[in-house]
């Protein structure tokens, strides 16, 4: 059974980057139909999809983040990580990671359909806070 | 970015009563991306339901998904004191975006 654990620094001083990795167990991380990412919830309010990898290391950002993000992955080690620069107060939250999959079904003259399944597994998350 | 709108913010329910839960996109979202999550207090969020109506793996059927275009609908048949919680959508967009969420509270 897959499970997904954060592990990282739980406090980082303002303008410093946190780094946070995913220890992935119970299932390979090399099946190109599974997104590795990473979601965010501030205390008190809703969830903020960050980022995501495939193990190839094609990798997708939020816009509103991605001058600060990096994900990748070491499909070797079975874990992903993330790092986020120049933190400030706003960042505190619980990171969570997550294993999403789609997949393809070759359809007449070329094309494909896509499906998307969600985010079917997840980490339990990791509190961050940001404090001098 | 689709913005995702959730309604109501908070409803308050009985045990074995019929909640109905709206999300609304902002623009029209493909059916085999919406989303929902159920997330307990403290918990992580759980998938309830992919491709706006198929269940995931181990969700109880009470459980259901409905909705095309910019409105879709989480609706369970008879709550359950264990469905208390908060339920988010979730469109598969570029960028991902989630709506604010829904809180089902014991009445």
């Known amino acids: 059974q897959l499970q997904l654990q954060e592990s990282g620094p739980r406090l980082v001083k303002p303008s410093e980057t946190l780094s946070l990795t995913c220890i992935v167990s119970?299932?390979?991380?090399?099946?190109?139909?599974?997104?590795w990412g990473w979601i965010r919830q501030p205390p008190g309010k809703g969830l903020e999809w960050i980022a995501f990898?495939?193990?190839?290391?094609?990798?997708y950002y939020n816009p509103s983040l991605k001058s600060r993000v990096t994900i990748s992955v070491d499909p070797s080690k079975n874990q992903f990580s993330l790092k986020l620069t120049s933190v400030t107060a706003a960042d505190r939250a619980v990171y969570y990671c997550?294993?999403?999959?789609?997949?393809?079904?070759?359809?007449?003259?070329?094309?494909?359909?896509?499906?998307?399944?969600?985010?079917?597994?997840w980490g339990q998350g990791t509190t961050v806070t940001v404090s001098s | 970015e689709i913005v995702l709108t959730q309604s109501p913010g908070t409803l308050s329910l009985s045990p074995g009563e019929r909640a109905t839960l709206s999300c609304r996109a902002s623009?029209?979202?493909?059916?085999?991306?919406l989303a929902w999550y159920q997330q307990k207090p403290g918990q992580a969020p759980r998938l309830l339901i992919y491709?706006?109506?198929s269940r995931a793996t181990g969700i109880p059927d009470r459980f259901s998904g409905s909705g095309s275009g910019t409105d879709f609908t989480l609706t369970i048949s008879r709550v359950e004191p264990e469905d208390f919680a908060v339920y988010y959508c979730?469109?598969?967009?570029?960028?991902?975006?989630f709506g604010q969420g829904t809180r089902l509270e014991i009445k």
């Open positions: 997550a294993r999403g999959r789609e997949s393809y079904e070759n359809l007449k003259g070329f094309q494909r359909a896509h499906y998307y399944y969600g985010m079917e597994v």
């Open positions: 119970g299932d390979s991380m090399s099946s190109s139909n599974y997104q």
């Open positions: 990898i495939y193990y190839s290391g094609s990798a």
């Open positions: 623009e029209s979202v493909t059916s085999i991306y």
């Open positions: 491709g706006t109506s």
């Open positions: 979730q469109q598969y967009g570029s960028p991902i975006t």
